[in-house]
């Protein structure tokens, strides 16, 4: 799986292409758990500049190329199940950090179930849990 080539098909689908920061910013997103867009801004200094990350965020986000997420009290960002194994967060609100959970395949369908048995064509969702971690009970 080339996922730069299924960045540039989602892009180029939506009438945008895959510019030099834009793959940057994808770069930063690939194979690292959510980031603040703090953290982003930071990491991405000196190569993307700060108007950009966020103005990329925001068409990663539309496009469905990341996902949003509301873990803790800050937005937090991942890449989206097109380029990410899907899965769950556990947020520690102790020590405030965030654990990726694996997918469990009975609670995926009950999910989407619920939404189909109303009528609706679910494409996908999010789940965080809350809590304390191992650590911190
Ligand atoms: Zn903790
Ligand atoms: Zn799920």
């Known amino acids: 799986m080339d996922p730069y ?4 098909a989602l892009l ?3 009438r945008a292409s895959l510019t030099k920061p834009r793959q940057k910013v994808f770069d930063l997103l690939m194979g690292q758990s959510p980031q603040t867009m703090q953290v982003l801004v930071k990491r991405a200094e000196g190569k993307v500049d ?3 990350v966020y103005r990329t965020l925001e068409l990663f986000e539309r496009l469905g190329i990341v996902n949003r997420l509301n873990i803790g009290w800050k937005y937090k960002y991942e890449l989206s199940d097109i380029f990410l194994e899907h899965h769950h967060h556990f947020y520690c609100s102790n020590c405030g950090k965030s654990y990726d959970l694996p997918a469990n395949p009975m609670l995926e369908t ?4 619920v939404a189909a048995k109303e009528g ?3 494409r996908g969702h ?3 849990i809350y809590g304390h971690c191992p650590n911190c009970r």
Not at 5 to 8: I, N, R, S, T, V
């Open 110 to 113: 009950m999910v989407d179930s």
């Open 5 to 8: 080539k299924d960045l540039k």
């Open 12 to 14: 180029t689908k939506n």
């Open 50 to 52: 700060r108007a950009t």
């Open 126 to 128: 999010q789940l965080e």
């Open 120 to 122: 609706f064509s679910p």
